[in-house]
């Protein structure tokens, strides 16, 4: 699945994942139907596997789904990334949340104090 980088309803998404020093940009946009399309741009090896794995037609509820155990994408992820605190999952669902109208373009951080 390929998503225009002109498509105005498309959201981007970039991801610092830390020690790793590996970084992703996830873009995401809905289609006709609804379904939320992303594309994954990582130079981690296991993140590049990530789309393979997803289904291909998620919808924003999917992509929102609680609890964990049950959510698509964190289902998806779990087959492939190699390190439980890696933050991408969590990224694509904030984006597919953003994408599909439901949330709002605010940054997200974490943030070691001494």
Known sequence: MVVSSNDPNMTSLCVDAGVCRFH???RVCTNDEGSILFQIDSGCPHVKKI???LPADITPFDALRM???ENPI???CGKVLAHSACPVPSA???A???AAGFGLKRNVCF???A
Do not use: G, M
């Open 67 to 69: 609890p964990f155990s």
């Open 92 to 94: 694509l669902i904030k």
């Open 24 to 26: 992703t940009t996830i």
């Open 51 to 53: 789309p393979d794995c």
């Open 111 to 113: 943030t070691f104090e």
């Open 74 to 76: 964190y289902e998806s």
């Open 96 to 98: 597919a949340e953003v």
